[in-house]
């Protein structure tokens, strides 16, 4: 699995870059950013909770059985949004109530 | 590249839930006492905790004791575990988990305030953002100073009493050399080292993060630390593809492990960890796989909370759920065991410590992942190790004075980056040599591959092969600091590879199966093998060293050859 970042949104904040664990997100000459090591991504999405205009989204690699489905986050009214968008134009979204546990 | 030089009183090697909690620990203990937390990546979402985690697994519930989790996780282990170390840490679990409460974690409660429990020994919370909450406290820390993006690749050590480390800025091409009175090590466990269950692009889609790569176990071992029990690896039984954990659907929702067939296959193989991976892959081995968590008819509000559980600590899966149209109660949720990491927290892999978490290096403190003897740690063990080994290196540097890094130490570090970071020589990549060895670990050593069974002549071959790759890495080459990172990397997985092979071979039963499946000695033996497998670098050779168990019930053990 790994991210891809929408250069066209990126606003060169750096905070991506600044929070990966595995130091993989660089920002370039025209201070945007980008991934360096595609291949090496956890998945853990730390930076895609971080970016402020949602230029992030990840994606299951087709070896994992990955359909095309990009996902990113949105902070709406407190919620923590997880909007799923699948190849066919669907869109699946769910919000979690940070202050709310997992039930299991 | 620049040379920067610090002095500090405790110097934490890793910024992740066992650093972050001996940081605070040690701050409110002392004031005086000045403290240097070193961090590879950024203590905001580093380590284990970078998605969240699901659940707290190690808690004293109503009812129970201490004690009692000692008792389960010595049963679990099978015996092979040290009893001072386990009672130590359950003693301190719910204190540590009411004050991740006080920071700010989300625990469920019931109508009376009381937490909800999972089980005999779990908490439900919301733990998506676990991490930044410990990040943030220990940033407020006036004594405690934060270095992000500083990767530590050696310790000095002179007469057996460790007098700092070094480290390289890996993005801003600096070399530090950190003089301090005590060094806590806190770098977790090793993921890497075998093959993984995807190979190709999703490489790192493991469920160990593949950032700690064992630092800390290496740096040990090269430096002749005594090391416990590395023959016990951990393999984890988690969701085909995504390697979601499946905690949360067992433990949590009840889902049972059932093959191909429907048949409920657990009760066969017993219900310890290992024998949950050992029961997995017979049954495939068997014909009757694949095999899966038994999630069809759940209701659907049980579903919903499932989606939203897995969104705050493995997105992945609850991505797969709505992407492949398969929703869990439609579905049953095909389970797979992961390639074997070495994780002190989950088995007893790690340095060989004292009560007081004290290593055999003087001033060295070890908590976490990276400390041996005491497994099913999780979350809250690995802040209560924090807060311990935190209390005894303060104690420590009380009655202790600055070491001083040599000369000649620095330069041949000096130089042995300035190799790798010079003229191209090299007909390998870093790359290369680590799926070799990922292979090597695969094929001979007992990885997915065998079936996680292994027998002597395969350890054999193994080894001769790891020494070849680590006499081939001395001549890899590095464009950045980043790439010097990877080379540092490869060379402590290969360290650990040669321990991993060496206690391996020295135990000569099958004491967990999976875990440490060794075909020349199927069976258990409790009459020769109720011991510890221990061992250190001496001349750059494993050499082992068997203990017996401590005593039943045994409160305190100090080093003593
Ligand atoms: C995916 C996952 C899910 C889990 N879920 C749960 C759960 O639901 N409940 C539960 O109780 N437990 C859970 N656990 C277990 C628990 O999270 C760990 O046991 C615990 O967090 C380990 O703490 P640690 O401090 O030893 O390691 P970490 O928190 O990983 O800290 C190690 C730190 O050291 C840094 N580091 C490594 N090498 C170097 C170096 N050379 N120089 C500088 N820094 C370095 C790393 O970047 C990291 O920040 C989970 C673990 C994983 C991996
Ligand atoms: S998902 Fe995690 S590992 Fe992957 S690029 Fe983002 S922050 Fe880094
Ligand atoms: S967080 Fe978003 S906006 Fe900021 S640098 Fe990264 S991609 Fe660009």
């Given at each position: 699995?790994s991210i891809?970042?929408?250069?066209?949104?990126?606003?060169?904040?750096?905070?991506?870059?600044?929070?990966?664990?595995?130091?993989?997100?660089?920002?370039?000459?025209d201070?945007?950013?980008?991934?360096?090591y595609?291949?090496?991504?956890?998945?853990?999405?730390?930076c895609i909770?971080?970016?402020?205009?949602?230029?992030?989204?990840?994606?299951?690699g087709?070896?994992?059985?990955?359909?095309?489905?990009?996902?990113?986050?949105?902070k709406?009214?407190?919620?923590?949004?997880?909007v799923?968008?699948?190849p066919?134009?669907k869109?699946?979204?769910i919000?979690?109530?940070?202050?709310?546990?997992?039930?299991? | 590249?620049?040379?920067e030089?610090?002095?500090?009183?405790?110097?934490?090697?890793?910024?992740?839930?066992?650093?972050?909690?001996?940081?605070?620990t040690?701050?409110?203990?002392?004031?005086?006492?000045?403290?240097?937390?070193?961090?590879?990546?950024?203590?905001?979402?580093?380590?284990?905790?970078?998605?969240?985690?699901?659940?707290?697994?190690?808690y004293?519930?109503?009812?129970?004791?201490?004690?009692?989790y000692?008792?389960y996780?010595k049963?679990d282990?099978?015996g092979?575990?040290r009893?001072?170390?386990?009672?130590?840490?359950?003693?301190?679990?719910?204190?540590?988990?009411?004050?991740l409460e006080?920071?700010?974690?989300?625990?469920l409660?019931d109508?009376?305030?009381k937490?909800?429990?999972?089980?005999?020994r779990?908490?439900k919370?919301?733990?998506?953002?676990?991490?930044?909450?410990?990040?943030?406290?220990?940033e407020?820390?006036p004594?405690?100073?934060?270095?992000?993006?500083v990767?530590?690749?050696?310790?000095?050590?002179?007469?057996n009493?460790?007098?700092?480390?070094?480290?390289?800025?890996?993005?801003?091409?600096?070399?530090?050399?950190?003089?301090a009175?005590?060094?806590?090590?806190?770098?977790?466990?090793?993921?890497?080292?075998?093959?993984?269950?995807?190979p190709?692009?999703?490489?790192?889609?493991?469920?160990?993060?593949?950032?700690?790569?064992?630092?800390?176990?290496a740096?040990?071992?090269?430096?002749?630390?005594?090391?416990?029990t590395?023959e016990?690896?951990?393999?984890?039984?988690?969701?085909?593809?995504?390697?979601?954990?499946?905690g949360t659907?067992?433990?949590?929702?009840?889902a049972?492990?059932?093959?191909?067939?429907?048949?409920v296959?657990?009760?066969?193989?017993?219900?310890?960890?290992?024998?949950?991976v050992?029961?997995?892959?017979?049954?495939?081995?068997?014909?009757?796989g694949?095999?899966?968590?038994?999630?069809?008819?759940i209701?659907?509000?049980?579903?919903?909370?499932?989606?939203?559980a897995?969104?705050?600590?493995?997105p992945?899966?609850?991505?797969?759920?709505?992407?492949?149209?398969?929703?869990?109660?439609q579905?049953n949720v095909?389970?797979?065991?992961?390639?074997?990491?070495?994780?002190g927290?989950?088995?007893?892999?790690?340095?060989?410590?004292?009560?007081?978490?004290?290593?055999?290096?003087?001033g060295?403190?070890?908590?976490?992942?990276?400390?041996g003897?005491?497994?099913?740690?999780?979350?809250?063990?690995?802040l209560?190790?924090?807060?311990?080994?935190?209390?005894?290196?303060?104690?420590?540097?009380?009655?202790?004075?600055?070491?001083?890094?040599?000369?000649?130490?620095?330069?041949?570090?000096?130089?042995?980056?300035?190799?790798?970071?010079?003229?191209n020589?090299s007909q390998?990549?870093t790359?290369?040599l680590e799926?070799?060895?990922?292979?090597?670990?695969?094929?001979?050593?007992?990885g997915?591959?065998?079936n996680?069974?292994?027998?002597g002549?395969?350890l054999?071959?193994?080894d001769?092969k790891?020494?070849?790759?680590t006499?081939?890495?001395?001549?890899?080459?590095?464009?950045?600091?980043?790439?010097?990172?990877?080379?540092?990397?490869?060379r402590?997985?290969?360290t650990?590879?040669?321990?991993?092979?060496?206690?391996?071979?020295?135990?000569?039963?099958?004491?967990?199966?999976?875990?440490?499946?060794?075909?020349?000695?199927?069976?258990?033996?409790?009459?020769?093998?109720r011991?510890?497998?221990?061992?250190?670098?001496?001349?750059?050779?494993?050499?082992?060293?068997?203990?017996?168990?401590?005593?039943?019930?045994q409160?305190?053990?100090?080093?003593?050859n």
């Amino acid at each position: 699995m790994s991210i891809a970042i929408d250069r066209n949104k990126c606003v060169g904040c750096g905070r991506c870059h600044e929070v990966c664990p595995g130091t993989l997100i660089k920002l370039g000459a025209d201070k945007k950013a980008y991934i360096k090591y595609p291949k090496d991504c956890w998945g853990c999405t730390s930076c895609i909770k971080e970016c402020p205009v949602y230029a992030i989204s990840f994606y299951l690699g087709a070896d994992i059985g990955g359909m095309g489905s990009k996902v990113h986050t949105e902070k709406k009214d407190g919620l923590l949004c997880w909007v799923i968008e699948q190849p066919d134009g669907k869109t699946a979204e769910i919000a979690i109530d940070p202050k709310e546990s997992n039930k299991y | 590249m620049r040379v920067e030089r610090l002095k500090t009183d405790l110097l934490i090697i890793g910024g992740g839930t066992a650093g972050c909690y001996a940081a605070l620990t040690a701050s409110e203990k002392s004031d005086a006492t000045e403290i240097l937390i070193c961090e590879k990546a950024n203590i905001k979402r580093s380590g284990c905790l970078a998605a969240g985690v699901n659940a707290l697994n190690a808690y004293i519930v109503e009812g129970r004791t201490p004690q009692d989790y000692v008792d389960y996780a010595k049963k679990d282990a099978d015996g092979i575990v040290r009893d001072d170390l386990l009672y130590t840490m359950s003693e301190r679990l719910n204190k540590v988990t009411e004050r991740l409460e006080q920071l700010g974690l989300v625990i469920l409660k019931d109508e009376n305030g009381k937490y909800v429990v999972r089980g005999n020994r779990n908490l439900k919370i919301n733990g998506e953002n676990i991490k930044p909450i410990l990040a943030a406290v220990v940033e407020k820390l006036p004594n405690v100073t934060v270095l992000n993006r500083v990767n530590i690749i050696d310790f000095s050590v002179n007469g057996n009493k460790i007098n700092g480390a070094f480290g390289i800025g890996i993005e801003n091409d600096t070399f530090y050399i950190i003089e301090a009175k005590a060094v806590i090590i806190a770098t977790g466990g090793a993921a890497g080292l075998y093959k993984p269950n995807n190979p190709g692009f999703s490489r790192h889609k493991m469920w160990y993060p593949p950032f700690n790569t064992g630092a800390g176990y290496a740096m040990g071992i090269k430096h002749g630390a005594e090391m416990t029990t590395f023959e016990m690896r951990f393999i984890a039984l988690r969701c085909k593809d995504t390697i979601a954990p499946t905690g949360t659907l067992a433990q949590g929702a009840g889902a049972k492990q059932i093959n191909s067939l429907g048949e409920v296959y657990e009760a066969k193989y017993g219900l310890t960890t290992s024998e949950r991976v050992y029961g997995t892959v017979n049954e495939n081995i068997e014909g009757r796989g694949p095999c899966y968590l038994r999630t069809e008819g759940i209701s659907p509000e049980q579903e919903e909370s499932l989606l939203k559980a897995y969104l705050n600590m493995a997105p992945s899966q609850t991505i797969r759920w709505i992407e492949s149209g398969k929703l869990p109660s439609q579905a049953n949720v095909e389970i797979e065991g992961t390639e074997p990491y070495i994780v002190g927290g989950h088995t007893a892999s790690g340095y060989w410590v004292d009560t007081k978490r004290a290593t055999t290096i003087s001033g060295l403190f070890a908590a976490g992942d990276v400390a041996g003897g005491c497994p099913q740690k999780y979350v809250t063990g690995a802040l209560a190790e924090g807060e311990i080994a935190a209390v005894s290196a303060v104690d420590y540097i009380s009655e202790n004075t600055t070491g001083s890094i040599s000369g000649s130490e620095i330069d041949a570090h000096i130089s042995e980056i300035e190799r790798f970071i010079g003229e191209n020589r090299s007909q390998f990549t870093t790359e290369q040599l680590e799926e070799a060895m990922q292979t090597v670990m695969d094929s001979y050593a007992g990885g997915i591959k065998t079936n996680y069974r292994f027998n002597g002549k395969q350890l054999d071959i193994a080894d001769y092969k790891i020494r070849q790759l680590t006499e081939l890495s001395d001549a890899l080459h590095a464009d950045d600091f980043q790439e010097l990172m990877y080379i540092y990397e490869l060379r402590e997985r290969l360290t650990i590879c040669r321990s991993v092979i060496a206690h391996l071979r020295a135990r000569h039963e099958t004491r967990w199966h999976s875990f440490a499946e060794n075909l020349d000695h199927p069976e258990k033996d409790d009459i020769n093998w109720r011991k510890y497998v221990n061992s250190r670098m001496e001349n750059g050779e494993i050499k082992i060293i068997l203990r017996d168990l401590t005593e039943e019930g045994q409160k305190t053990y100090e080093h003593s050859n």
